[in-house]
């Protein structure tokens, strides 16, 4: 089956970066998405990788290296707002749902 | 953004009651999913649908069942709510399109916050 691995917490200042990682091991590989979810809220769609390398949103940068079975979350320029879970997430063997990590909570304080 | 509504948004029941949720689209996409949260747990996989009559099980399936007879709504019901299915209930959407850049995003619905007593 699918099993994800995330730190739980992650603590950071305002205008500093952050490097969330995620480990995985997956009968089939599809691609690592990752979700942001503020307290009370639903998850969001932050990032999609599919192949190795580096992919960049604005302050968001995702990053795949599938011979490492091995991802991350990279934020830069942390605000206060960015303090939220953040979840990876791996479709399951037969590519059709997603498999969520148990997710990291990010706390920013200034 | 997608329109996904999810209702009730709170529910307390006694245990040993039926209760069914409900999630309705309007985006006309394929697959519709019913995760549960629960502190420490994150994000798991009830049951999914592919299609109109279209369901599969997820991790944590035992306990509830789905239907889905119209491509726009999916429906979850506990058969007999028991104090462990208390959990938040989140509904999710997608359509992963075609190509080469196909979008595997979910968008989820607010969530139904479940209280069994």
């Known amino acids: 089956g699918q099993s994800l691995e995330q730190p739980s917490e992650v603590t950071a200042v305002e205008g500093a970066i952050v490097q969330m990682n995620c480990t995985y091991q997956t009968s089939g590989f599809y691609g690592l998405s990752w979700y942001q979810q503020h307290d009370g809220g639903a998850p969001t769609f932050l990032s999609y990788n599919a192949l190795d390398g580096l992919e960049e949103t604005g302050r968001f940068s995702s990053f795949l290296s599938r011979s490492d079975s091995y991802g991350y979350l990279l934020l830069q320029e942390l605000q206060m707002k960015d303090s939220a879970s953040y979840f990876c997430?791996?479709?399951?063997?037969?590519?059709?749902?997603?498999?969520f990590g148990k997710g990291t909570t990010l706390s920013v304080s200034s | 953004d997608a329109g996904i509504t999810q209702s009730p948004r709170h529910k307390v029941t006694e245990t040993g009651t039926p209760v069914t949720l409900r999630c309705h689209q309007t985006?006309?996409?394929?697959?519709m999913y019913w995760y549960r949260q629960d502190p420490g747990h994150g994000l798991r996989l009830i049951h999914y649908s592919y299609g109109v009559k279209d369901t599969d099980k997820g991790e944590v399936s035992d306990g509830y069942s789905v239907s889905r007879s119209k491509t726009e709504d999916f429906l979850l019901t506990l058969e007999s709510a028991t104090s462990s299915q208390t959990s938040v209930y989140f509904c999710?959407?997608?359509?992963?399109?075609?190509?080469?850049?196909?979008?595997?995003?979910?968008?989820f619905g607010s969530g139904t916050r479940l209280t069994v007593v």
């Open positions: 985006e006309n996409h394929r697959y």
């Open positions: 997430a791996v479709f399951n063997q037969a590519g059709t749902a997603l498999i």
């Open positions: 999710a959407i997608s359509d992963p399109g075609t190509g080469a850049r196909a979008n595997y995003g979910y968008t």
